[in-house]
DNA sequence: TATGAATGAGCTTTCATTCAT
DNA sequence: TATGAATGAAAGCTCATTCAT
């Protein structure tokens, strides 16, 4: 599985350095030097940067989508399933950063094809039914579920920043409180 | 004053061009042809790209801080303030798109320096201060202010980001749901 | 006489500029800066920076050659002009640093113009003259002047390089000895 | 060899057009249009400008150096050495007009670095030696090895460039009285 | 299949020259 | 007459992409 195994490298160098230095700020070269691979080699797996970044995201996507689903207790109360959620993210976070910040930071980059786009409204969509289901059945707000994926979704993000930062401390009592504060904000 | 009618003009090119491709993305010729100036000219005004980029992020700094603080009630409740905060954050974003775009893009980008890092440090702190001040009061939750900063700020943000992008509608009553929610999640 | 001063002024910056940094290496808005003057004012003087340094290049080269002559005791002996022209140059070139080395520098340069290079001709041929009038009255070499010429000058010239750089002490008796060896090369 | 054959093209066709047009006069597409190699190629050699100037100094001063002592008949009389060096050098710089035209252009250029300018002493030092012991020896005159090296290579140096001028003939006679001439110079 | 040397378009920046004032 | 802001061509350099091996 040599192939698989090049086409492995080369996105997980990528990963690393488009999280640090984002797209336009890394050249070629360079993430093939840090897949211990030939420039041209790049080529032969993806047909151009952009196609690259574009794999990468969905991959990525991918991984977070699946890391959250895999714990999510699909039985449980929509509290449990909520508490379940949140640390699925936050755990993903901060065992993945790079691949966090990625996804972060290319949200919506123009270079974002179709296929990107549409992974991104499909994974959007499973948080928006779960909450459109819950406000159902009066447990959240009766409020635009978009509007309460915002809030949770955004907060989740610059909270993690905060805590890379150093500006808030990562701890279990704060992501409790954290996590207290988002509920409280979601639901009825 | 067709000096600073220049510099103006540079700045914002600059500021639709950052805030739709990014620093990296935007060539320094493209700025000059939307300033409708000559590519040369911008040097006369900016040291270097990251020279306007810096004084283009401060002035886009101190415009969104001076329109919160000058709609501010500062001797009424802090809920009123609240809602005045809010309010303007998003009439600011709502009118100045590539504005506030840019400033969330540009959030501790690597190539900011000490004054444009320290700017944004100061702006911070005003926040902050009135979370720690309300929670003293315990009119909001007894959590670090850090917390709920990032909880309202990245909330505002992705809520901005759904309404552009035409998944959350633009209307009274979605913003006044929007901000009792927020307002909730940070309330005692 | 507010229009020579500035065109001296000029002259004097380029001068200065010209043999520090070379002419490629120094920008025309920079001579401006050092004349204090307007960087449009140099273009009413000089037609371009060509112009510039070749019209400086002779008022430099007459300068040397006025400084030299004007000493030279013509109804001397020709060891005595030898050493008043040696001299001569010697102190003019410690006195006036900048002008040697400009004109050392572009001696031969390629947009030096026929009027600059006729100049050159025309003083070299007054020390050619002089070999080969001694030459006939067999006080120096028969040897062709062109020759004890470049002998004489590329030494002296190398000798005030050597003095700037610190490796050739600058005093009476080095000058004397400097003198002597130079005279024995050429005299017969 | 085709790696080696790339670096000696960009190093020889930077060669000819720095001795020609100088450093500052000579544009990096214009040294790659002579190589017959691509802009960017000469980048993968030569970290910039300022180093392929270094290195190509340092390889052609080494040249002549080499040249100037694999001929260098050390067990003879300091006549015969310095005959031999005389005719080295003007062999090696007829031969080799751009390297000689281009090393006495970039004696003491500022962009010369550290091992360059080290290198060049060396050089230097060799010759200074050869004087202090002829002059031990009471061959040579009782003056500072640095004024009669200044009188001996300045006056080649200029030697050399009336030769190119065509005001000096250049045959073996010419060559025997300037030989002469210079060794009357040094000779006790 | 894999490579990395080579490329040239395009980047940021400089500067000789112009021209409205 | 004098200015200096403005310019755009060209500088040094980078990098996405190709292709001979």
Chains 1, 2, 3, 4 share one sequence.
Do not use: C
Request: hydrophobic share 45%.
């Amino acid at each position: 599985m040599a192939k698989d195994d090049k086409r492995e490298r080369i996105l997980d160098a990528a990963l690393a350095l488009f999280a640090e230095r984002g797209f336009h700020g890394t050249a070629v070269p360079l993430v093939a030097k840090a897949a211990e691979v030939g420039a041209g080699t790049i080529y032969r797996y993806f047909e151009s940067k952009e196609r690259l970044v574009n794999e990468l995201y969905r991959r990525e996507k991918q991984r977070v989508v699946e890391h959250v689903l895999r714990a999510l207790p699909t039985a449980d109360s929509p509290r449990a399933q909520f508490h379940s959620f949140f640390r699925s993210i936050i755990g993903f976070a901060l065992e993945n950063r790079a691949s966090f910040t990625f996804l972060e930071h290319h949200h919506h980059a123009p270079y974002l094809d179709t296929e990107s786009r549409a992974l991104e409204e499909r994974t959007v969509m499973l948080a928006l039914s779960f909450l459109a289901e819950t406000a159902r059945q009066r447990i959240t707000k009766p409020v635009a579920p978009e509007v309460l994926m915002a809030v949770v979704w955004g907060a989740i993000v610059r909270l993690l920043k905060e805590i890379w930062d150093g500006h808030v401390s990562l701890d279990e009592a704060t992501l409790d409180q954290a996590e207290d504060v988002l509920w409280e904000a979601v639901r009825l």
